[in-house]
């Protein structure tokens, strides 16, 4: 889970995130709904947009059903 939090991050230091816009917490618990690593990146972009992490997660589960 740890290689997730990381690659995770990584990629938001890498599209220009001065932090990632998600806790540890909420990265855990996409981990623990499998959701993709591309898929988290947008949840992130959702929830700098001021939307909530719920609502960003549902977003990004509807999308792939």
Not at 6 to 23: E, H, M, N, S, V
Not at 47 to 65: D, I, K, P, S, W
Request: aromatic share 12%.
């Amino acid at each position: 889970m740890k290689w997730y939090i990381a690659t995770a991050q990584l990629k938001f230091a890498r599209y220009g995130f001065i932090g990632c816009p998600l806790t540890d917490a909420q990265l855990t618990a996409l981990y623990k709904l499998n959701v993709k690593l591309d898929d988290v990146y947008g949840v992130g972009c959702d929830v700098v947009c001021g939307h909530t992490f719920n609502q960003a997660l549902e977003h990004v589960r509807h999308e792939t059903l």
